[in-house]
């Protein structure tokens, strides 16, 4: 007996389909501002926007990519932190699940981003205000003219003004992004708090 041909998906069902598709082409071409690869921020997209445990074989399947492609960005999303690994009774496949906490995930990608940018970035200005610090000119000798006193002295306040602004920016990012805290959400719902006051007396001088 011939078995009967899967029955086409409901309109609903196509419709969610095609809306979770177009989630993941939008978000996939915002990748080069989160700074990843489009193939990775698609399956993110698709881990969270379905809300399902899926596993690398699924992923495949649905973005039509391949093992090696698959492998790599689920390894680099658990890196990120933004999906973990799930399990499912009686299947030995390996299954993730995308983080469903919008603010837990804009943490977790702040953080990463943080780690992976601002510090270096740091890191490198710190060392080349040292490389014309007066302890090393000490050590080498030199005295410098008025003249060049002058050019460093402008160089590093260049850097000083530099360093001290990114410093602060992270001292902040690291308040807002702390997983114990919620700090990155009370500050958005400050600022939607003022934007709503804004549009109010806008309103009331449009009304006067």
């Given at each position: 007996?011939?078995?009967?041909?899967?029955?086409p998906?409901?309109?609903?069902?196509?419709?969610?389909?095609?809306?979770?598709?177009?989630?993941v082409?939008?978000?996939?071409?915002?990748?080069?501002?989160?700074?990843?690869?489009?193939?990775?921020a698609?399956?993110?997209?698709?881990?969270?926007?379905?809300g399902?445990?899926?596993?690398?074989?699924?992923?495949?399947?649905?973005?039509?990519?391949?093992?090696?492609?698959?492998?790599?960005?689920?390894?680099?999303?658990?890196?990120?932190?933004?999906?973990?690994?799930?399990?499912?009774?009686?299947?030995?496949?390996?299954?993730?699940?995308?983080?469903?906490?919008?603010?837990?995930?804009?943490?977790?990608?702040?953080?990463?981003?943080?780690?992976?940018?601002?510090?270096?970035?740091?890191?490198?200005?710190?060392?080349?205000?040292?490389?014309?610090?007066?302890?090393?000119?000490?050590?080498?000798?030199?005295?410098?003219?008025?003249?060049?006193?002058?050019?460093?002295?402008?160089h590093?306040?260049?850097?000083?003004?530099?360093?001290?602004?990114?410093?602060?920016?992270?001292?902040?990012?690291?308040?807002?992004?702390?997983?114990?805290?919620?700090?990155?959400?009370?500050?958005a719902?400050?600022?939607?708090?003022?934007?709503?006051?804004?549009?109010?007396?806008?309103r009331?001088?449009?009304?006067?």
């Amino acid at each position: 007996m011939t078995p009967a041909p899967p029955s086409p998906p409901s309109p609903t069902r196509a419709q969610l389909a095609a809306a979770q598709d177009r989630f993941v082409a939008v978000w996939g071409q915002m990748a080069g501002a989160w700074g990843v690869s489009r193939t990775m921020a698609e399956v993110h997209a698709l881990l969270y926007i379905t809300g399902e445990p899926m596993c690398t074989d699924d992923v495949m399947e649905r973005l039509q990519i391949s093992r090696g492609n698959a492998s790599m960005s689920l390894r680099a999303l658990l890196d990120w932190g933004i999906i973990e690994r799930a399990h499912r009774r009686g299947d030995r496949k390996e299954y993730y699940r995308g983080e469903q906490d919008v603010w837990a995930l804009f943490r977790a990608i702040v953080r990463g981003r943080l780690t992976r940018e601002v510090d270096p970035l740091l890191a490198s200005l710190h060392e080349i205000r040292d490389m014309s610090s007066s302890d090393r000119r000490r050590g080498k000798g030199e005295t410098p003219s008025e003249t060049d006193r002058a050019l460093l002295e402008a160089h590093h306040q260049r850097l000083d003004a530099m360093i001290e602004f990114f410093d602060m920016l992270e001292k902040f990012a690291h308040m807002f992004v702390s997983p114990a805290g919620r700090g990155l959400q009370a500050a958005a719902q400050i600022l939607a708090g003022g934007r709503s006051g804004e549009r109010g007396a806008d309103r009331s001088e449009g009304a006067a």
